[in-house]
């Protein structure tokens, strides 16, 4: 097996006298698909947010293509190249869908504010090649007819995967997604199911919570069960779902 793009050793989260996350490790390799699942309380958004960058960990270390990542600020994360997704659609209101996910170029875009302001020919160069990849993303993720459409005519299944082409245009090598079946039918899912699926192809890894066991279990190579802060498994979906421990967490 190849070197792992993420991994994370002995991570832990304490907030109070809680001990929320404890002595986590795992691994993610590039184009691989893995699944955190666990009860309510289990510690799965802590981590989520730990690896994610937004908190910071009480313990432990997250390596991201060898170098620590533990203490970065959280755009640093994304600059690095670990984006994600939110449960909550979050678009800018008053922008288009082609402009929303342009905002998500923003890391990766060598503009000065000067050059910006004084509408420089580079500036406006690189406003162009920003909306040609912005097409690209719509278009992958399905959305290419609501390309300069206003973002309130958007769905809600739609709205989620705008969050994703957004995440997309950071240039991840790393992207989390956190619940993203929730709340969508059953026909959204399946499509959402496909421009994951078609992420990891593209040599992305992606770190998956969802308590939607059968969209997950169909889509993950491997599967991590936490349970009150701890991990109780590890393996692919059909071992994780005939493991005691995990049956005994959730019943």
Not at 113 to 133: D, Y
Not at 209 to 230: C, K, S, T, W
């Amino acid at each position: 097996m190849s070197t792992p793009l993420l991994q994370v050793s002995g991570l832990g989260r304490r907030f109070g006298g809680l001990q929320a996350v404890a002595d986590l490790d795992l691994v993610v390799h590039e184009s691989e698909i893995l699944g955190v699942i666990g009860p309510n309380g289990a510690g799965k958004s802590t981590s989520f947010n730990m690896i994610a960058g937004s908190l910071l960990p009480s313990a432990g270390q997250i390596l991201f293509q060898g170098q620590a990542m533990a203490g970065l600020p959280a755009h640093e994360f994304a600059r690095r190249g670990i984006l994600r997704t939110f449960q909550h659609n979050k678009p800018f209101a008053s922008m288009s869908v082609c402009e929303n996910v342009m905002v998500g170029m923003h890391t990766r875009l060598d503009l000065s504010l000067w050059q910006v302001l004084a509408a420089a020919p580079q500036a406006w160069r690189v406003e162009q090649g920003a909306r040609e990849r912005a097409l690209e993303l719509v278009e992958f993720v399905g959305l290419l007819e609501w390309l300069d459409a206003d973002v309130a005519t958007l769905s809600f299944g739609q709205g989620r995967l705008l969050e994703i082409a957004r995440a997309l245009a950071g240039q991840p090598r790393l992207i989390l997604f956190d619940e993203p079946a929730a709340g969508l039918t059953h026909a959204e899912c399946e499509r959402l199911a496909q421009v994951i699926t078609n992420i990891a192809a593209q040599g992305i890894a992606v770190l998956l919570i969802e308590h939607d066991m059968r969209f997950l279990m169909a889509l993950a190579h491997r599967v991590v069960v936490l349970n009150f802060g701890r991990k109780i498994a590890e393996g692919t979906p059909a071992q994780v779902q005939a493991d005691p421990a995990v049956m005994a967490a959730y019943l």
